[in-house]
Structure formats: structure tokens, C-alpha cells
């Protein structure tokens, strides 16, 4: 499997895009990844510091993800259009962080149909001015003519987009990094678009009251779907094994020996995530960031402290 993934990325199609921005990785003949920076959204980025993807079907396009801005949004049809001139025809926004969908704007423009998760599409309406404002402090200028567009059609757990020559299937099972975050399932080609439920390649950043809903998620994941190839939220085209090893496994240890000092008497959140080891993980960017993994620790003791509130009440 490890020398699949070495075939494509030997086999990167830089169309589209500068080199700052993603880099376009074909799947398949229909499917394709557009597979970002690993750093901070930034002017040359336009903040795609993430990975995405398109899907090609017989007559149509479906884009996953619009990207941060009007212009990334420019970007990405760009890159569809250095592989096909079909229209694009639904943007499927996997999940409700920035680069995940305030592009909306660029493709609703073109008639594209803007398809979320209720839950995503809710997270996006309560964030979206705070989203936008930061965007414009990270990407400046780029940000020009964009919009919040929250999207037409949204949907419970599943929905099977009506979609020709190919099988997609919008899959939601309770969140991830951020409450929408959304599956895009090709369940014959056993490809999968995880949005923020899988890092790969850099350190992951929890969100309050985020991970049990993210193991949840990664489970079902590993669990139900089974993919053969996995696209992340953020770093390279991977497989199962490695999604689940940086993500899941980061997760768990995080859990695991907060947990520990919570069963050996820790009196409080700071305490019990005080000085964490978590060098099992400092193969990833962004390891080196010591307040980011205090971020993530503090955020799990705070989670595991609640729930041990509740279950005494």
C-alpha cells in the first residue's frame, strides 16, 4: 500500500495553481485531491493550508471544498479546468472551518448547488464574520469580493449526491475537529474524503468539547467504511493505517494519560494536562509548538473533567 501512495505523488499534476497554493494528485480518473500547505493560511496560499479534492461525474463536477476566499475559489476551478471543462455543477462543503467554504460565493456565482451538513451549515452561521475577519488578517488582500455564502441544501446523517456515472455519498456522524465536519464516501473505489476528521503529517488541534466526537467519528471511520485510500483533512493522500495512527492514536494517548493523572487525585483541567508527554507524536509539524500542544491537552482535561461532573451528578 505504502508504494501506491509513492506512485502518486511522483505521478503530482501542478495544473492550475502555483506551487505555494496545492498541488492537484489524480486519484482516478474521476477523482482528484488538491493537497495544500502544512503550515499557516497566508497571502500565497490564499489560505488553502489544507487538503481537498473534485470529483468528476459523466456530464458534471462536484468540488469538495471552496476554499478560504473568492480568489482560492478562482483557484480551485482553475485546477478543475486544467483536467476537465465540465461544469460545476455542487460544491460539497465537508466541514465549517474557513477554507472549507468561504469560497461558496465564487461558485454560487457560476450556479453551482452548496451542499453542508445541518451541522456544519449552523457552526458556519454562528462563525461566519469571525471566520472571515480572520481570513482577511491572514491572506490580506486576496480576500477581496469574498462573501459568506452559507450553503442551499443541507442534510441530517446521509445524503447520496444525484450525481451520474459514479456513487457519492455524504456521510455525517457527529462532527470532528469542528461540529460539521463531514465524510465524502465513493464506496466502489472505497475513496474516502474526510474532511477534519483526519490529520496526517502535522499535529491536530482539539476544539472545545471536541474529542470524543472525533474518536467517534475516526471509529466509525475505521469501523464501517474501511477505505482503501484516505484523503485528509490535512496533509497527503494517505491509507487507513496512517490516518488512524496520527489522528486516532494521538487522540487516545492525549485521553489516556490525562486520565490518569485525573484517576491519580489531579485537583483540576491545569493540573491534570500540565507538562503531558507527547513525544510520541513529534515526528508531525507542528510539534515543536509547545503552547499548541498545551492548547490540546488543556482542551481534553477540560472535556474529561466535564463528563466526570456529569456522571457524579
Known amino acids: 500500500m505504502r508504494n501506491l501512495f509513492s506512485l502518486l505523488f511522483a505521478s503530482l499534476l501542478a495544473w492550475g495553481a502555483p506551487a505555494s497554493a496545492f498541488e492537484t494528485v489524480k486519484l482516478s480518473d474521476r477523482v482528484y485531491a488538491l493537497v495544500g500547505d502544512l503550515g499557516q493560511r497566508s497571502p500565497e496560499n490564499l489560505g488553502h493550508n489544507m487538503t481537498s479534492g473534485f470529483i468528476i461525474a459523466d456530464d458534471a463536477v462536484a468540488v469538495i471544498d471552496s476554499g478560504a476566499c473568492y480568489a482560492g475559489a478562482e483557484r480551485i476551478e482553475s485546477a478543475v479546468r486544467a483536467v476537465t471543462d465540465k461544469p460545476i455543477r455542487w460544491v460539497i462543503n465537508?466541514?465549517?472551518?474557513?477554507?472549507?467554504?468561504?469560497?461558496?460565493?465564487?461558485?454560487?456565482?457560476?450556479?453551482?448547488?452548496?451542499?453542508?451538513?445541518?451541522?456544519?451549515?449552523?457552526?458556519?452561521?454562528?462563525?461566519?464574520?469571525?471566520?472571515?475577519?480572520?481570513?482577511?488578517?491572514?491572506?490580506?488582500?486576496?480576500?477581496?469580493?469574498?462573501?459568506?455564502?452559507?450553503?442551499?441544501?443541507?442534510?441530517?446523517?446521509?445524503?447520496?449526491?444525484?450525481?451520474?456515472?459514479?456513487?457519492?455519498?455524504?456521510?455525517?456522524?457527529?462532527?470532528?475537529?469542528?461540529?460539521?465536519?463531514?465524510?465524502?464516501?465513493?464506496?466502489?473505489?472505497?475513496?474516502?474524503?474526510?474532511?477534519?476528521?483526519?490529520?496526517?503529517?502535522?499535529l491536530l488541534g482539539v476544539f472545545p468539547n471536541g474529542s470524543t466526537r472525533w474518536i467517534k467519528s475516526l471509529e466509525f471511520m475505521r469501523d464501517q467504511l474501511k477505505p482503501k485510500v484516505v484523503i485528509p483533512g490535512h496533509g497527503h493522500v494517505t491509507d487507513l493505517d496512517e490516518a488512524m495512527r496520527d489522528t486516532h492514536g494521538y487522540l487516545l494517548m492525549l485521553r489516556q494519560r490525562i486520565q490518569e493523572r485525573i484517576d491519580d487525585g489531579a485537583f483540576d483541567p491545569v493540573e491534570a494536562a500540565q507538562e503531558i508527554d507527547q513525544s510520541d507524536f513529534s515526528y508531525l509539524e507542528n510539534w515543536d509548538q509547545l503552547s499548541f500542544r498545551a492548547m490540546n491537552a488543556q482542551r481534553v482535561a477540560e472535556e474529561l473533567f466535564q463528563a466526570q461532573n456529569q456522571t457524579a451528578k
Open 94 to 202: 465537508s466541514g465549517a472551518q474557513d477554507h472549507r467554504w468561504l469560497g461558496n460565493g465564487w461558485f454560487k456565482e457560476r450556479g453551482a448547488t452548496l451542499i453542508a451538513s445541518k451541522a456544519a451549515h449552523d457552526y458556519m452561521a454562528d462563525v461566519s464574520e469571525e471566520q472571515l475577519a480572520g481570513i482577511k488578517k491572514w491572506v490580506g488582500k486576496g480576500c477581496e469580493g469574498t462573501v459568506p455564502v452559507l450553503p442551499d441544501t443541507t442534510f441530517e446523517e446521509r445524503y447520496e449526491l444525484p450525481i451520474t456515472g459514479v456513487k457519492v455519498e455524504l456521510r455525517f456522524t457527529g462532527g470532528a475537529h469542528t461540529p460539521g465536519d463531514t465524510f465524502v464516501w465513493l464506496p466502489e473505489e472505497r475513496i474516502l474524503f474526510t474532511s477534519d476528521t483526519v490529520y496526517v503529517q502535522r
